[in-house]
């Protein structure tokens, strides 16, 4: 499974494991290998692992490409998966966030092997067909024009879009039709722009700017754990940046990243998520802090 978009890939990952293990134990029949520490020699003993009463076993490799043993694995990879192909009872999944097609290891993921990609639909009609497949997934009923208003007023962040379609689900009551009111009034308008206008402010050290869009979002009616996602979606970015990572993104839009991420060291950017994830602590309840005054000291500390 290859990209940048997290939901896809965890809900992937999600369906995979609930079919290999069905009710087998996964303590003994999931390994979870980092591609930043794994030798070529764990997977293929975590491969050649038979299952314990169970069917199938699955083994899990995360950025195969990453830390100093990247490439002995990727150059590992196209034989075990050839190995497997030929008759195992262990499947091998393979997670990246951005993985070259013209590689060897990933032109072995070909039949009766498989590549799943992750990316975050483009273009307002690839999004809107997102929001009514997430909408049967979830029993929603959608009236005309619901599913284009959730995604002009969301944009391309999937995990928003699942948690406010349910937020508004809640508002039309059960088995009731979502309708244009129902979004309006349930989902904040917290697309591209204006959560851009955040980040970057953010991402560029304008400390000044950075709380006053905060507070227009806020006035606006954006919930605080919704601009929350979207700062650790962004400073998750900026991470995957400077460790030499890659995004799919327009080549301006790239640029700007690229140039924000080298303000931040790595000892930094683990601090930042380390920050976020402390206020969405605190948004849940943990201290005396209200919502806006965590995200005001956060936004602060990101940008400073």
């Not at 293929?44 to 083994?59: F, N, S, Y």
């Not at 072995?108 to 009609?125: H, I, K, T, Y």
């Amino acid at each position: 499974m290859a990209g940048a978009e997290d939901l896809l890939r965890d809900d992937a990952v999600g369906a995979l494991r609930a079919t290999v293990l069905a009710d087998g134990p996964a303590d003994f029949n999931l390994d979870r290998l980092e591609g930043d520490s794994a030798t070529p020699g764990q997977l293929l003993d975590a491969v050649r692992t038979l299952p314990v009463l169970a069917a199938r076993r699955l083994v899990w490799l995360r950025e195969p490409g990453s830390g100093r043993s990247g490439r002995p694995l990727l150059e590992a990879l196209p034989a075990l998966v050839r190995e497997l192909a030929a008759g195992s009872s262990t499947v091998l999944l393979v997670t990246a966030r951005s993985a070259d097609a013209r590689a060897a290891w990933v032109r072995a993921f070909a039949d009766p092997a498989a590549r799943v990609v992750c990316e975050a639909p483009r273009g307002e009609r690839a999004l809107v067909a997102f929001v009514r497949r997430e909408a049967g997934r979830q029993g929603v009923q959608l009236g005309p024009g619901a599913a284009e208003r959730l995604a002009e007023r969301i944009g391309p962040q999937l995990l928003l879009v699942r948690n406010e379609l349910a937020k508004a689900a809640l508002l039309a009551g059960e088995g009731m039709r979502v309708g244009l009111d129902h979004v309006t009034a349930a989902v904040a308008d917290v697309a591209d722009e204006p959560i851009w206008e955040l980040t970057d402010a953010i991402g560029d050290g304008r400390v000044g700017d950075a709380l006053v869009l905060l507070g227009k979002l806020r006035a606006a009616g954006a919930a605080p754990p919704v601009l929350l996602a979207s700062l650790a979606a962004h400073f998750r970015k900026l991470t995957r940046l400077r460790h030499g990572g890659r995004l799919a993104a327009p080549p301006f839009v790239a640029r700007k990243l690229q140039a924000q991420a080298r303000r931040y060291g790595p000892a930094r950017l683990r601090g930042c998520l380390r920050a976020i994830h402390e206020t969405d602590a605190r948004l849940k309840g943990q201290g005396a802090l209200g919502p806006d005054l965590a995200l005001e000291r956060l936004v602060l500390g990101l940008a400073a």
